[in-house]
């Protein structure tokens, strides 16, 4: 039904009709309105759940980890900043001329003043293959003030077993620097006797991995807990649709892996993907005893308990006073020392600790007792040893 507009006459019923329609409608509207309202603020008001987490951010599969390299050589073209004449850097320059077919007369012992012997680091990443580049660390052990400048000879990098896996040579570059006057005067800015050569090192060997060949795939957690390791087993099982996944203890889960490997791949990379959510950790609160840094963990919690906190502070003043004898005396004049101690002790002010006391409300209540971090730590320590305080104390 089309209503007439305004421009029309209506009659009186009609009229009042329309007005009580539009009036109820107004009524609906504004019902409405508030329920969505109060429906956005609850919405904007509601609790932030629990962060998810990527299991490859929070678990490590056993036997895909790297591996150190270290390896012992001589750098050489350094401008006068070398070993000197350190003897067992003489002596590997002459084994290393020798390998290539120059040998020094004997009697010969030459002043190595451009070059140091050095130790040869790096890291040998899981499922490296011969021909990739590893970044190297080089770091002098003998005299060597700088290395700035200096190439590296070609040096094995071996592992635990004894094994070569790679050689490293190339120049350095060192980030540090030095410098040196003749009366002995120096300055030194950052490690110039260290340094580092990017994609320095070639890989020869690679290192074999279980991940091909074992039985099952375990999956090793990097804070152990209980809780988070059956959720983690739970989880894979519900993504799987199968019960492949069982967890062996607080940070281990044994996975029944496929035969074949482009399988056990897509697998591993489906697990890695998969998103969780961890369990709270255990109560803790650490205190760093050199720095006097405290950091309570948010599930501490505060049996009941009541603290006062107060300092008293002793003042002790040394005043020197001299004695003189009368004008016609036949004394001497003497000094005599005249001491003032005091003592005064701030007003302590006690704060009560209901059961269950969260972080937030701990911190108001230390705040109030204006305690400073030294303070802090001593009262936790006391409410530790009173029992109250529900969290594992951890001094380092």
Do not use: C
């Not at 980890?65 to 012992?72: E, V």
């Not at 120049?171 to 950052?190: C, M, P, R, T």
């Not at 003032?340 to 409300?361: N, Y």
């Amino acid at each position: 039904m089309r209503y007439p507009t305004l421009r029309h006459p209506r009659p009186p019923m009609l009229a009042l009709h329309r007005l009580g329609w539009a009036l109820r409608r107004l009524v609906l509207l504004h019902r409405l309105s508030t329920l969505v309202l109060l429906g956005l603020g609850a919405l904007v008001f509601l609790p932030a759940p629990a962060r998810a987490e990527r299991l490859k951010d929070i678990a490590r599969w056993q036997g895909v980890r790297s591996n150190a390299l270290t390896g012992y050589g001589i750098v050489v073209g350094l401008s006068g900043t070398g070993d000197q004449n350190l003897q067992f850097t003489v002596q590997s320059l002459v084994s290393a001329t020798a390998r290539l077919g120059v040998t020094l007369p004997p009697g010969i012992n030459p002043q190595l003043k451009n070059a140091a012997a050095v130790m040869v680091t790096a890291e040998l990443p899981a499922f490296a293959r011969p021909g990739q580049r590893l970044d190297v660390t080089v770091s002098a052990i003998g005299q060597a003030k700088s290395l700035r400048g200096g190439t590296l000879l070609l040096a094995p990098l071996v592992g635990a077993d004894g094994e070569v896996y790679a050689l490293a040579q190339g120049n350095l570059a060192v980030g540090g620097f030095g410098a040196e006057g003749k009366d002995g005067s120096k300055i030194v800015v950052g490690t110039p006797s260290s340094g580092r050569i990017p994609g320095g090192a070639a890989v020869e060997r690679a290192v074999p991995s279980p991940f091909a060949t074992a039985e099952d795939l375990l999956l090793s957690l990097t804070d152990p807990d209980f809780t988070t390791a059956r959720m983690v087993a739970q989880a894979i099982n519900a993504m799987e649709g199968n019960a492949i996944a069982q967890a062996e203890d607080a940070a281990s889960i044994r996975i029944g892996a496929p035969r074949s490997l482009a399988n056990r791949i897509a697998l591993a990379g489906r697990i890695d993907s998969l998103e969780i959510t961890p369990a709270s950790p255990a109560a803790r609160v650490i205190i760093n005893a050199r720095t006097g840094t405290v950091v309570i963990g948010g599930d501490v919690r505060i049996m009941p308990a009541a603290v006062a906190h107060g300092s008293l502070t002793v003042r002790i003043t040394e005043n020197q006073q001299a004695s003189q004898p009368g004008a016609f005396g036949r004394g001497q004049t003497v000094v005599t020392q005249q001491s003032t101690v005091d003592a005064a002790e701030a007003p302590g002010r006690m704060a009560l600790f209901a059961p269950g006391v969260k972080l937030s409300e701990l911190v108001d209540a230390v705040n109030t007792l204006g305690a400073a971090p030294g303070d802090l730590v001593a009262i936790l320590e006391a409410l530790k040893a009173a029992g109250a305080l529900r969290a594992e104390l951890i001094v380092i």
